[in-house]
T-cell receptor, first 115, second 112 residues
Framework: AQKVTQAQTEISVVEKEDVTLDCVYE???????LFWYKQPPSGELVFLIR??????QNEISGRYSWNFQKSTSSFNFTITASQVVDSAVYFC????????????FGDGTTLTVKP | DTEVTQTPKHLVMGMTNKKSLKCEQH?????MYWYKQKAKKPPELMFV???????INESVPSRFSPECPNSSLLNLHLHALQPEDSALYLC???????????FGPGTRLTVL
């Protein structure tokens, strides 16, 4: 069975601080996909990144970076120099190749960035 | 066109009403999804359509009835809903069922 744990329910930082959102997953599949989505107060889920299980390369996109470590089953997300517009709920999700169609979402981390 | 659209944005209905939610995408995606999301919770999968056929029904009550008229459209027909069905209903699509879900803006449903 697949499971995603986002242990941090809420995080509050001051603008320009760096912040890391944790994601730990469980799966028995060797082929799987990990995702991060952002949900601002408007409600729409915005796709941020997709990583497959065979690609452990870390990724940087502007102020965003992701650290994928299979050894610890983690896929953490760091925002550098946070901004007020980063305030949102962030979801980590997992899709198994053998369970295609059923993505499992973590409970989400609510990030508040204060000016 | 790289977005998923949903109508209406907001819907208020009584328990005896019949209404429909609509979702459309023109990205050539062959998988489409309905999710339900309650406040401060993650999205919960309801239905998955793959190549216009229902492939997953997550034991959703029959008062929710999905329909996929063609590869670009997905409907959710609502009948005799309960107040606890009030939620944000999200539609999503992906190239295949392992692909990245692209979500629409959602329909915020209130059942009185």
């Amino acid at each position: 069975a697949q499971k995603v744990t986002q242990a941090q329910t809420e995080i509050s930082v001051v603008e320009k601080e760096d912040v890391t959102l944790d994601c730990v997953y469980e799966t028995r599949d060797t082929t799987y996909y990990l995702f991060w989505y952002k949900q601002p107060p408007s409600g729409e889920l915005v796709f941020l990144i997709r990583r497959n299980s065979f690609d452990e390369q870390n990724e940087i996109s502007g102020r965003y970076s992701w650290n994928f470590q299979k050894s610890t089953s983690s896929f953490n997300f760091t925002i550098t120099a946070s901004q007020v517009v980063d305030s949102a709920v962030y979801f980590c999700a997992l899709s198994e190749d053998t369970n295609a169609g059923k993505s499992t979402f973590g409970d989400g981390t609510t990030l508040t960035v204060k000016p | 066109d790289t977005e998923v659209t949903q109508t209406p944005k907001h819907l208020v209905m009584g328990m005896t009403n019949k209404k429909s939610l609509k979702c459309e995408q023109h990205m050539g995606h062959r998988a489409m999804y309905w999710y339900k999301q309650k406040a401060k919770k993650p999205p919960e999968l309801m239905f998955v359509y793959s190549y216009e056929k229902l492939s997953i029904n997550e034991s959703v009550p029959s008062r929710f009835s999905p329909e996929c008229p063609n590869s670009s459209l997905l409907n959710l027909h609502l009948h005799a809903l309960q107040p606890e069905d009030s939620a944000l209903y999200l539609c999503a699509s992906s190239l295949g069922t392992s692909g990245t879900r692209h979500f629409g803006p959602g329909t915020r449903l209130t059942v009185l």
